[in-house]
C-alpha cells in the first residue's frame, strides 16, 4: 500500500517508521512547497499535488490547517480518510463546535465573535471569565485571550479585532471559563467497517498552552466510559476512518470536551512504547482497510516533550526502559524537537522514574516533571 501524508512534519515521519514493517509506503505531501518527499529523508520524491494522488492508494493528513482547494482535490480522487469535513472541523473553531452539538456530547458554552455586538453578546450569554479563540489558525496556546474584567473588555476588543482582520474569514470563539480539575485526551481508532479501537485516557499537563507531559498510567473506568460515549458519537457522526483525538477538561469527574484533532497527535505519543500497537501503526492500518490493532495499555507510560532543544543528557539515554524520539528538526525555541517516552511496571514506579529523569533535564525546558 502506498499512503500519502499531507503535512511533512514529524507525525507522517512517525506513520513512515509505523508503516515500514507492514510494507505500507508513506510519502509526504508539503503544503507549502508543493513537493512530495520521503518523510524521515526530507528526500525528493515527485513533484506536485496530481502526481502524488495518482501514485497513492490512500490520502491522510497529519495537521488540519490545509487549504481548502488543497482538500477538495483530494476528495476529489476518493482516496481521502478521514474526509475534508473532519479536517476542516480541527482546523475551525466554529465547525467543531458545531459538530460537537449535533453530536450531542458536552462542551462549553460558547458564542461565535465577528464584530463588537457579537462581543457583547457573548459577554451575556457566556459571562466572564471567558476565553477567547481564534476560530482559524490557533494552536499550541497561539491566538488565545482570556477575559477576567470589565475593565478589560475595550482594550481587550482592540487586540482581538486586529486579529480578526488579520485573515480572511477569521472570527473569535467565546468559551465559558472552566474550573477544571485536570486535562485529560483520548486516542482512538475507527476503521473503514466502522469498528472502533480506544486506548486508555491520558492526562496532560500543558505550560503556556503546549503539551509538557502526557501519562497514561491506569484504568480509570468512569471518565474512560463517558470518553468513549463520546468518541463515538463523534466518529459516528462524521463516518471517521482513522485516529481521531479528543481532549477534555475533567470538572469533578464529569467531561466536557475542549477540542478535537481529526489526526494522530501528540498526546498519543506514549502508544509507541506503552501500547501493544501504537498510535501511528493504528491510523495506517485504518485507512488502508487492515484490521485494527489492541490499544491495550502493556506497561504505565509517560511522554515528555522536548522544546526548544536538540540535545540532551546521555545520562537520559541510560536510564532503564527511556526512549528518546527526535524528529530533525533545525533548533528554534518552543520548537517540538522531539519527545521522551519512559515506562515502568507501576503507576508509582513511573512517578519515580519521572523524578529520577527531571534530574538530568532543565526545569525552564521541562517544567512539567519538575512540579
Not at 224 to 252: C, K, S, T
Not at 341 to 362: T, V, Y
Request: overall charge negative; hydrophobic content about 40%.
Amino acid at each position: 500500500m502506498k499512503v500519502l501524508v499531507l503535512g511533512a512534519g514529524q507525525l507522517a515521519r512517525m506513520m513512515a517508521l509505523a508503516g515500514a514493517p507492514l510494507n505500507i509506503e508513506v510519502l509526504a505531501y508539503d503544503v507549502g512547497t508543493g513537493q512530495v518527499v520521503h518523510p524521515l529523508t526530507q528526500q525528493l520524491k515527485m513533484k506536485g499535488l496530481n502526481t502524488a494522488i495518482t501514485y497513492a492508494d490512500v490520502i491522510t493528513a497529519e495537521f488540519e490547517h490545509i487549504p481548502h482547494e488543497i482538500l477538495s482535490i483530494c476528495q476529489a480522487s476518493g482516496k481521502l480518510m478521514p474526509t475534508t469535513e473532519a479536517i476542516k472541523a480541527g482546523g475551525d473553531r466554529r465547525l467543531e463546535k458545531r459538530l460537537l452539538d449535533r453530536a450531542g456530547v458536552s462542551n462549553a458554552k460558547y458564542q461565535i465573535i465577528a464584530n463588537r455586538e457579537d462581543l457583547e453578546k457573548a459577554i451575556e450569554i457566556v459571562g466572564i471569565p471567558m476565553v477567547l479563540k481564534g476560530a482559524l489558525g490557533g494552536y499550541d496556546g497561539k491566538g488565545q485571550w482570556r477575559l477576567t474584567s470589565p475593565e478589560d473588555i475595550e482594550p481587550l476588543w482592540q487586540e482581538i479585532d486586529a486579529f480578526i482582520a488579520s485573515t480572511s474569514g477569521q472570527a473569535i470563539v467565546a468559551e465559558e471559563f472552566i474550573s477544571f480539575d485536570r486535562e485529560v485526551s483520548l486516542i482512538g481508532t475507527r476503521g473503514k467497517d466502522g469498528c472502533i479501537a480506544i486506548y486508555p485516557l491520558t492526562e496532560n499537563t500543558h505550560y503556556s498552552g503546549v503539551l509538557s507531559l502526557s501519562i497514561a498510567d491506569r484504568a480509570q473506568t468512569k471518565q474512560q466510559n463517558q470518553a468513549e460515549v463520546m468518541f463515538r458519537a463523534i466518529a459516528d457522526a462524521l463516518g471517521y476512518v482513522g485516529v481521531l483525538a479528543i481532549e477534555f477538561f475533567d470538572v469533578g469527574g464529569t467531561l466536557l470536551v475542549n477540542e478535537i484533532a481529526p489526526r494522530v497527535h501528540n498526546s498519543g505519543h506514549w502508544t509507541q512504547q506503552g501500547a501493544e500497537i501504537c498510535q501511528f501503526e493504528n491510523h495506517l492500518r485504518a485507512v488502508c482497510g487492515l484490521p485494527l490493532g489492541s490499544t491495550a495499555l502493556v506497561r504505565p507510560t509517560a511522554m515528555v516533550n522536548i522544546l526548544g532543544e536538540n540535545h540532551l543528557d546521555d545520562a537520559v539515554l541510560a536510564l532503564p526502559q527511556c526512549h528518546v524520539h527526535w524528529y530533525g528538526k533545525e533548533k528554534r525555541p518552543g520548537r517540538k524537537m522531539g519527545h521522551i517516552n519512559i515506562c515502568a511496571q507501576s503507576p508509582n514506579e513511573l512517578k519515580a522514574k519521572l523524578n529520577e529523569l527531571a534530574r538530568h533535564l532543565d526545569p525552564t525546558t521541562f517544567p512539567a516533571i519538575h512540579q
